[in-house]
C-alpha cells in the first residue's frame, strides 16, 4: 500500500470521527404503512383524498437533522377521493393536468429542530410548472430501526394554478396535506 494511500484511508477516518460531522441514515419508506392525504373545504364540507402513488428518498439523522435530504415524487393521476365526479375532474386541465404534468415533487432545502421530536422540513414543492416554498411541520419517532412520521403543510391550490377557474366558496383554497409515514433504515 503507498504512502498516499495510507495517508488517504487516515484523513477519512479522522474525518468521519471528527466531531460534528454526522453520517445520516438512508430510510426506505413502507408503502403499506404510509399515506400521503389531502383535506380542503368543498361546499362548505371537507372533502379527503390521498395519494395513492408516491415515493420518497430520505437521509436523515435526528441528531444532525441539517444534514437531511429529503425528497418525494407524487403521481398526480392518484390523487382519489373515492368520489367519482372529483376523481374525475382532478386530473384534467383545470387542476393537475396529468397528461403534461405527471408528478408533483418536494424537495427539502433544510430541516430544522423544533423540539421534542418536532421538526420543520423547509423545501420547494413543484406542481405543473410552479416551484414555491413549503413548510412540512412533523413528529419523529424512532424505534430500534423503524421510524413513523407525522406531518402537515397547507397548499393555497390557487398560488399552483389548480382549480383556477373554481372560487373558495366552492372549493376552499386552503389544501391540507397530511403524511402519515412509516421507514426502516
Do not use: C, H
Not at 444532525?64 to 435530504?69: I, R
Not at 393555497?156 to 394554478?161: I, M
Amino acid at each position: 500500500m503507498s504512502l498516499k494511500s495510507v495517508l488517504s484511508a487516515a484523513a477519512l477516518s479522522v474525518s468521519l470521527l471528527a466531531p460534528g460531522v454526522a453520517l445520516a441514515d438512508t430510510w426506505t419508506v413502507d408503502p403499506a404503512k404510509s399515506q400521503l392525504a389531502f383535506e380542503v373545504v368543498q361546499a362548505g364540507s371537507p372533502l379527503t383524498g390521498v395519494f395513492e402513488t408516491w415515493t420518497a428518498e430520505i437521509e436523515f439523522d435526528p441528531e444532525a437533522p441539517e444534514t437531511a435530504e429529503i425528497s418525494a415524487e407524487i403521481t398526480t393521476l392518484s390523487a382519489a377521493t373515492g368520489n367519482q365526479q372529483f376523481d374525475g375532474t382532478l386530473p384534467g386541465r383545470g387542476w393537475f393536468n396529468v397528461n403534461e404534468f405527471p408528478v408533483a415533487t418536494f424537495t427539502t432545502t433544510e430541516v430544522s429542530p423544533a423540539g421534542d421530536g418536532a421538526y420543520v422540513a423547509n423545501g420547494t414543492l413543484t406542481i405543473r410548472d410552479i416551484s414555491l416554498p413549503i413548510a412540512l411541520a412533523f413528529t419523529l419517532d424512532i424505534e430500534g430501526d423503524t421510524a413513523t412520521a407525522k406531518g402537515e403543510a397547507k397548499v393555497n391550490r390557487t398560488d399552483y394554478k389548480l382549480g383556477a377557474e373554481v372560487n373558495g366558496d366552492t372549493v376552499g383554497e386552503v389544501v391540507t396535506v397530511t403524511l402519515d409515514l412509516t421507514a426502516t433504515r
